[in-house]
């Protein structure tokens, strides 16, 4: 991975969904590497509240969320005055040059997608909102002029297609957008479920002890790791035969740095008492003087108010240029000054 030190740094854009709580996969997965790449790029990190509305949200809830999300990227470390944050539905840019993408997508390789092919068998009345979910995606990342998403594992394929659209609109139009590349982490880009750790850890789970949440109190990820499902196995290895053990490896290795390999010789002959207590503290140790963060800010909404008015603006300048390109490429007639 490459980034200019010049004025003209690299593009980052990427988004979390204020539905539900945050989970430690999100944090791991995304969040964290936010947080690093902030120095080296210039970032857009948007909370994707029209992404959220794709299942049917309570309003008062959306709205507590929503700040929530933006408090919970300030405590996790991104500044502010560095990078632009900022709320999706503020950027009228990105419904109008969804439109725009969806005219040029295909119902096949929409539906081909795992998370809709997921999320619709679970729910009864599917919305066309959670079909066209992955060009609102796409529109978010190519309006910026994206270089890289960093995301986690399970957004790979909507990357992909986010880069067939562009490519399909340039071809057609001619040279629109530029062409963005996907950053996953080399750890921590798929942490599981910790009940079931053969399924993603996701924020709509029915067990909650299989999900650690970021804002969880610090008895609260005590509890849910010492319950975590290992195996008879007992060696602290990193091997699919224990997808537990591998998971919690996982975690303690993308919180502290510790390779593979020096967690298993740490834990040898160990059995996983101690490597257990010692993944529940270092998540604590990760999470609480972000949840202390999270609370000061909460109480200071003008901050956040002032916070995601400057993200808007500035989002709202870079994003409606791009909107303007895809029109006139298009043949739209501009308004006359
Ligand atoms: P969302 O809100 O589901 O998740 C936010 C980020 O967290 C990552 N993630 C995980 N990483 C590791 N292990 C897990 N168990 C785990 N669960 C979630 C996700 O990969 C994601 O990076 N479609 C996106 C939001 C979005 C977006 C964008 C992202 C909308 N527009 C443009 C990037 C660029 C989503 O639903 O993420």
């Given amino acids: 991975m490459e980034a200019n030190t010049t004025e003209n740094k690299k593009v980052i854009f990427s988004g979390i969904q204020p539905s539900g709580d945050l989970t430690l996969g999100n944090y791991l ?3 964290k590497n936010w947080v690093k790449l902030q120095d080296q790029y210039e970032c857009y990190y948007c909370i994707v509240d029209l992404h959220a509305i794709t299942v049917r949200q309570e309003p008062k809830n959306l709205r507590a969320k929503t700040l929530e999300l ?10 502010p005055d560095k990078n632009t944050l900022f709320i999706q539905s503020h950027v009228p840019a990105h419904s109008e040059a969804q439109w725009l993408l969806n005219c040029n997508s295909y119902i096949g390789e929409l539906s081909r997608m795992t998370q809709f092919k997921d999320k619709s068998a679970k729910y009864t009345n599917v919305s066309a909102g959670l079909l066209n979910y992955p060009v609102l995606m796409a529109v978010d990342i190519l309006l910026y002029q994206t270089d890289l998403v960093p995301v986690g594992g399970d957004q790979k394929q909507h990357l992909e297609l ?4 562009a490519q399909r609109f340039n071809g057609a139009y001619s040279e629109t957008f530029k062409i963005p590349e996907p950053y996953i982490p080399p750890t921590g880009a798929r942490i599981m479920d910790l009940q079931e750790p053969t399924k993603k850890m996701s924020k709509s789970t029915e067990n909650p ?3 650690i949440y970021i804002l969880d109190p610090p008895e609260v990820i005590r509890k849910k790791i010492a319950r975590a499902v290992t195996d008879s196995i007992g060696v ?4 699919d035969e224990q997808p537990g053990v591998q998971n919690l490896m996982s975690i303690l290795s993308t919180i502290t740095g510790m390779s593979y390999d020096e967690i298993e010789k740490k834990y040898e002959g160990k059995g996983y008492g101690d490597f257990k207590k010692d993944v529940a503290e270092a998540i604590v140790a990760e999470l609480e003087p972000l949840q202390s963060k999270v609370k000061e800010l909460l109480a200071d909404k003008k901050q956040l108010e002032e916070i995601y008015s400057k993200g808007a603006q500035k989002a709202n300048y870079v994003a409606t240029k791009t909107l303007r390109k895809m029109q006139k490429k298009i043949g739209f007639i501009p308004v006359s000054r």
Wanted: hydrophobic share 45%; proline share 0%.
């Fill in 209 to 211: 002890n299989g999900c």
């Fill in 162 to 165: 986010t880069r067939d659209l």
């Fill in 70 to 79: 933006l408090a919970i990227y300030v405590a996790a470390g991104i500044d």
């Fill in 29 to 31: 997965g995304a969040l």
């Fill in 236 to 239: 602290v290895k990193y091997s």
